[in-house]
C-alpha cells in the first residue's frame, strides 16, 4: 500500500520555539490533511489542504500542501505546553478510493515550560 | 465531544472472553471506519464501512468481527484475543465526499488482553 513519510519521529522543545514537521509520498496525494492526538484520546483534525501549492493557517498552526503534490508540512509557531501531543499528516492519494486515508507514522511533540 | 462516542473507554478481557466495542455517530455520516494503533506503529485500517455495508476488510484476523446495523452504529465483536491484540482502537466517520473533508474519529477504547 501507499506510504507517508513523516518526519521528525520526535522533537523536544522549549517553549516559545517554533515547530516544523514534514510528510513525503512516493506518488502524488490529491488532499493533505494534518491531525493531533491528544494523550488517551483520538487525532482530531487541524488542516486540511485541497490544492497544489495551497498555504493554510489555523491560529498558530500553518500549513501547506507541496507544489509535487508528494508533499506536505506543518508549522507551530511560539510552542506553548499544551501543543504536547502526536501529530498525523494523511492523505487521499490519486487515483485512490475517497473512502481512504493514508495515514504517517507520527511525529511526537514534547513542550518543556 | 466530537460526535463520535465510543464504548466503553477501557476493556480488559481474558484470550477466552467475549466482549463488544460500540461507536456512534451523531453526525449524519454515512461511512464509518475501524483503526487499531498499537505503540509505535502506524494507524492500522481494520475495517470500512460505507452505508452500512462492508467496503473494506484489511486482512483482519477472524477473532475480530464488524458489524454495521445502520450509518450511525458500529460494533467490533472480539472474542479469543491474543495479548498482541492490547492496543487503542479507534472508530471514525466520514461523510457523503469519504474523507476529503477528512475523518471524525472518537476517543477510542484501549483495549488489554491478558
Known amino acids: 500500500g501507499q506510504q507517508l513519510n513523516q518526519s521528525p519521529q520526535s522533537m523536544f522543545i522549549q517553549e516559545g520555539e517554533d515547530v516544523s514537521m514534514n510528510c513525503t509520498s512516493s506518488?502524488?496525494?490529491?488532499?493533505w490533511l494534518w491531525y493531533k492526538q491528544d494523550p488517551g484520546e483520538g487525532p482530531v483534525l487541524l488542516i486540511a489542504?485541497?490544492?497544489?501549492?495551497e498555504l493554510t493557517s489555523n491560529g498558530r498552526l500553518t500549513a501547506q500542501f507541496g507544489i509535487t503534490r508528494k508533499d506536505s508540512f506543518l508549522n507551530i509557531s511560539a510552542s506553548i505546553p499544551s501543543d504536547v501531543g502526536i501529530y498525523f499528516c494523511?492523505?487521499?492519494?490519486?487515483?485512490?478510493?475517497?473512502?481512504?486515508?493514508?495515514f504517517g507514522k507520527g511525529t511526537l511533540l514534547t513542550v518543556n515550560p | 465531544e466530537t460526535g463520535v462516542t465510543q464504548t466503553p473507554r477501557h476493556l480488559v478481557m481474558g484470550m477466552t472472553n467475549k466482549k463488544s466495542l460500540k461507536c456512534e455517530q451523531h453526525?449524519?455520516?454515512?461511512?464509518m471506519y475501524w483503526y487499531k494503533q498499537s505503540a509505535k506503529k502506524p494507524l492500522e485500517l481494520m475495517f470500512v464501512?460505507?452505508?452500512?455495508?462492508?467496503?473494506e476488510n484489511n486482512s483482519v484476523p477472524s477473532r475480530f468481527s464488524p458489524e454495521c446495523p445502520n450509518s450511525s452504529h458500529l460494533f467490533l465483536h472480539l472474542h479469543t484475543l491474543q495479548p498482541e491484540d492490547s492496543a487503542l482502537y479507534l472508530c471514525?466517520?466520514?461523510?457523503?465526499?469519504?474523507?476529503?473533508?477528512?475523518?471524525?474519529f472518537g476517543s477510542g477504547t484501549r483495549l488489554t488482553v491478558v
Open positions: 471514525a466517520s466520514s461523510g457523503g465526499r469519504g474523507a476529503v473533508y477528512g475523518y471524525t
Open positions: 494523511a492523505g487521499i492519494n490519486s487515483g485512490g478510493s475517497n473512502y481512504k486515508l493514508t
Open positions: 506518488s502524488i496525494f490529491n488532499t
Open positions: 464501512y460505507n452505508f452500512k455495508e462492508q467496503t
Open positions: 489542504l485541497y490544492k497544489a501549492g
Open positions: 453526525l449524519g455520516h454515512n461511512a
